[in-house]
């Protein structure tokens, strides 16, 4: 896979992080659950195909290039996690503490990865 497409890839990570949470406090906000079907379904396959590509590109580029400070073991725990995220997202009685720790560490090490693969590209 192309580098470029990989850097693209984890800025779409990135958003759909931030378009997790955003759900989520919406979701808190109004108390209710959103529709299975027509929003969480379509929303979790979009992520869930985004960080599969992600991973697997990302994993053979660690094959080929050493990363600082980051594990093929990260980019496995970070592509579940965010998978995750997009599903509980849309479900208000999700544990506040255990979503915004899946957020907080799928965001740092996305924006880890991005600056590595900007450092690399560089």
Same mark, same amino acid.
């Given at each position: 896979?192309?580098?470029?497409?990989?850097? *693209?890839?984890? !800025?779409?990570?990135?958003?759909?992080? #931030?378009? /997790?949470n955003d759900i989520?406090? +919406?979701? *808190?906000?109004?108390?209710? =659950?959103?529709? @299975?079907?027509a929003e969480v379904? $379509?929303? /979790?396959?979009?992520? *869930? !195909? #985004?960080? +599969?590509?992600?991973?697997?590109?990302?994993?053979?580029?660690?094959? %080929?290039?050493?990363?600082?400070?980051?594990? $093929? =073991?990260?980019?496995?725990?970070? #592509?579940?996690?965010?998978? +995750?995220?997009?599903?509980?997202?849309? @479900? $208000?009685?999700?544990?506040?503490? *255990? @979503?915004? &720790?899946?957020?907080? &560490?799928? +965001? @740092?090490?996305?924006?880890?990865?991005? #600056? %590595?693969?900007?450092?690399?590209? &560089?």
């Open positions: 896979m192309e580098k470029e497409k990989l850097q *693209r890839l984890t !800025e779409e990570l990135i958003t759909y992080t #931030a378009k /997790a989520y406090e +919406d979701v *808190r906000e109004e108390g209710k =659950e959103k529709d @299975f079907y379904k $379509p929303f /979790a396959d979009q992520v *869930r !195909e #985004a960080c +599969d590509e992600w991973e697997a590109g990302m994993k053979q580029w660690m094959r %080929e290039t050493e990363f600082k400070h980051l594990f $093929p =073991e990260q980019i496995e725990q970070t #592509a579940h996690n965010l998978s +995750d995220v997009a599903v509980q997202a849309f @479900f $208000p009685k999700t544990s506040y503490k *255990r @979503f915004k &720790s899946h957020v907080q &560490s799928v +965001d @740092f090490i996305l924006h880890n990865v991005k #600056a %590595e693969i900007a450092r690399i590209l &560089s």
